[in-house]
């Protein structure tokens, strides 16, 4: 090699998660070796047992804080990161583990294990940005890949990553569906959950349930009364709605609190 | 600190034993390790940790509407959530009462190959291959092999345009429902697929025969003591989404009996349950418990390939689980190519039910082997009870004997290579440790002395 540009080193971390969003980058068939050629692959647990140490130029987050040592481990790869970028649902709000934040999770060791003590786990389930500086977090139950590969992109060229903030309505108009909301009378998430799935449910005749979290300011308050007074939902399936793959996104909890009392 | 996970130091109290310890697996899915205990007498403790933290679905899941099911547990893993749809659907749609049609099966099915081929390429090519030919990672491999590496992404590819077109998106699909699917495809809509999968059918022979080539290290368990496959069985097909229980030592049970004859047993080590027939212990599910108990079912075409490269009908060493897993990729591509010449669309994309009180029970076969879901239903069909079991629960408990028996004959290697035998061991069964709940580094004890 000698003096030519050092390649960037890539590390990809997993926390409390189904590895999905990891698999999304071994899910990029047509990029992957090309990828390996621009970006040294130095740390992916999943994908190689070569490891090397940091520092590291672009760490990737999957997965949510869970246990103390993980609270520990965050921070020393925050540490060891140049750019840290979250990737999905439980990294950036917590994920559906994150349902433990509405209950005691005593009660969860309980159900599951036969002796609880044996487990060692928090009483939440919290995105990385609770405990480190994050520089971009990418949503999604699971991440798209396409969106994926322009965040890497965007890193290694260094510009901002394009990645729009709006709503799933907007990926329906842009694609020609019938809203299934005002035509069917579906109930659908669509109108405060962030793009970037390309309306998959809308599209496959079902409402959206919100798996890509958030949109930039939504408003949910609106959004259920609507379901309520205009299509009789009633508050259980608005509390389910709210309250599963981003259940601790502050949007989504703070609206589900208000419908839980009902 | 190191930014892998440490595990307990057990190791301080003993003095002529050696220790192995892989403190995070590579290569498989999620988070595990390895620690081996052994002296001049033998192996004396063996255990797989599972160290992915625990996240409650059997929790969570109670109150919880039953149409919810299969897009929650569908989050237990990135690698295999149709498996997860599949499993809980057919055990709502067994405590409803719901049968599906032909036609609906029939596009389950179909789905269920997409996965099937998605998750064993992906081990096949990119996780375990590399043990093989002696390579760090598939990326690494590729700079040598690329004609592998390629290959490998090409069928990858092929399985993911299965499940892409049939859910919406590879991980995590969208349109599987109770009942059957929210939409289902125009014949026009699946055409495009036949080509694709015809190109591709022809690599996985290809890939067949590669893998009977590879060197497999000699391995078989003892005639006192031989492995219990278990798997679905059913009398006109490979198993997929339906059939009873069967073993290599007599069970045959109904999948509502599964409670009555395996036990699940919470150990210190691992976050991750072991899972035991009642009375005799580990058991094996999986490509060859699938394979070894349901041969006969396989299609003509699988059974001529494995003739021809010289694999029998049986097969009882694990090294060689990726040439069974390269004949059920095969597999699934003719059966998905089946499917596609005779489809026709179901009449109504889902059968329509009434929620009522009552539990139900289904297994299908995940790409690592029988998954199991059990459900209680109140009469708003919300959850009052889930209970899931993952196939590496239940194969934890063999690999943990495998390591016991292997590593005796390997005690003449040095350090490094016993390690990478110890790995390539575990990953003979694919673990998906995000199911149950990732891999190795590995240290190797002697008294206190710690080698690096």
């Not at chain 1, 609270?71 to 583990?97: F, K, M, N, P, Y």
């Not at chain 1, 044996?118 to 991440?143: M, N, R, W």
């Not at chain 2, 798997?231 to 339906?242: G, R």
């Not at chain 2, 004997?401 to 005690?411: A, N, R, T, V």
Request: proline share 7%; glycine share 6%.
């Amino acid at each position: 090699m000698g003096n030519a540009t050092p390649v960037p080193k890539l590390a990809v971390w997993k926390f409390a998660s189904c590895d999905g969003c990891q698999l999304s980058l071994l899910d990029c068939e047509d990029e992957l070796l090309q990828l390996a050629d621009k970006i040294d692959i130095a740390y992916f647990m999943e994908a190689s047992s070569r490891q090397l140490e940091g520092p590291y130029d672009l760490s990737l987050v999957e997965g949510s804080i869970t246990t103390a040592e993980d609270e520990e481990r965050i921070r020393e790869v925050r540490a060891q990161s140049h750019t840290l970028i979250t990737i999905g649902a439980c990294a950036t709000a917590g994920g559906i583990q994150a349902l433990r934040n509405f209950s005691d999770v005593k009660d969860f060791t309980s159900i599951v294990y036969a002796h609880p003590e044996y487990i060692a786990t928090l009483k939440t389930s919290t995105p990385i940005s609770a405990h480190v500086p994050v520089d971009f977090e990418l949503q999604g139950c699971p991440i798209n890949k396409r969106q994926l590969l322009e965040v890497i992109s965007a890193f290694l060229h260094r510009r901002p990553p394009q990645v729009p903030p709006h709503s799933v309505c907007i990926e329906c108009k842009l694609k020609g569906n019938v809203c299934v909301m005002v035509a069917h009378g579906t109930p659908c998430m669509g109108p405060v959950t962030h793009a970037g799935c390309g309306a998959l449910c809308p599209s496959y005749n079902r409402g959206c349930y919100a798996c890509y979290g958030p949109k930039e300011n939504p408003n949910t308050a609106s959004l259920s009364h609507w379901w309520k007074e205009e299509m009789e939902v009633q508050p259980v399936t608005i509390v389910e709605n709210l309250r599963n793959f981003n259940a601790a996104a502050p949007a989504f909890a703070e609206e589900s609190r208000r419908h839980d009392k009902e | 600190m190191p930014l892998h996970r440490p595990l307990p130091k057990k190791a301080a109290a003993m003095t002529k034993s050696k220790i192995i310890k892989v403190d995070y697996l590579a290569r498989v899915e999620g988070e595990g390790a390895l620690y081996i205990r052994y002296d001049d007498g033998g192996v004396q403790d063996v255990q797989l940790k599972i160290f992915e933290p625990p996240r409650f679905f059997e929790a969570f899941l109670r109150g919880r509407d039953y149409l919810e099911a299969p897009d929650i547990t569908a989050r237990i893993c990135g690698i295999c959530p149709v498996a997860y749809q599949m499993s809980a659907l057919h055990a709502m749609e067994d405590a409803l009462g719901l049968v599906p049609t032909l036609e609906l099966r029939a596009l389950r099915r179909l789905i269920y190959c997409g996965e099937w081929i998605e998750s064993h390429v992906l081990h096949i090519a990119m996780l375990h291959a590399p043990d093989f030919l002696g390579y760090p990672s598939a990326v690494a491999m590729a700079k040598d092999h690329p004609q592998i590496v390629q290959r490998g992404l090409q069928l990858k590819k092929a399985g993911n345009a299965i499940v892409r077109l049939l859910g919406g998106r590879e991980i995590h699909p969208i349109n599987v429902r109770v009942g059957g699917f929210y939409r289902v495809p125009r014949a026009g809509e699946l055409r495009p697929l036949v080509d694709e999968l015809q190109r591709a059918r022809d690599m996985a022979v290809e890939n067949a025969r590669w893998a009977a080539s590879l060197p497999f290290p000699k391995f078989e368990r003892s005639t006192q003591n031989p492995y219990e496959f278990v798997a679905l069985s059913h009398p006109d097909e490979y198993p997929m989404n339906e059939g009873r229980i069967a073993s290599t030592r007599g069970l045959n049970i109904s999948v509502a009996d599964y409670d009555q004859h395996f036990t699940e047993r919470h150990v210190e080590y691992t976050n991750a349950l072991h899972s035991v027939l009642n009375q005799r212990g580990a058991y094996m599910v999986g490509p060859m418990a699938r394979f070894n108990l349901n041969f006969d079912r396989l299609s003509p075409l699988v059974q001529q390939v494995a003739g021809e490269i010289g694999f029998p009908p049986f097969c009882a060493n694990p090294f060689q689980s990726i040439v069974v897993r390269s004949l059920e990729v095969l597999y699934a591509f003719d059966e998905a190519l089946r499917i596609l010449e005779n489809y026709r669309r179901p009449e109504e994309p889902y059968l329509q039910c009434q929620p009522r009180e009552a539990a139900g029970y289904a297994a299908t076969e995940a790409p690592r082997g029988l998954l199991y879901h059990r459900y209680s239903l109140d009469r708003d069909g919300k959850i009052t009870d889930a209970k899931i079991v993952p196939p590496t629960s239940q194969n934890q408990k063999t690999i943990e004997e495998d390591l016991h028996s292997m590593i005796p004959q390997y005690l003449h290697l040095p350090e490094e290579k016993l390690r990478w035998q110890c790995e390539q061991a575990i990953r003979n069964y694919d673990p998906c440790i995000s199911c149950s709940t990732h891999f190795l580094k590995l240290h190797l004890e002697r008294g206190d002395r710690r080698l690096p």
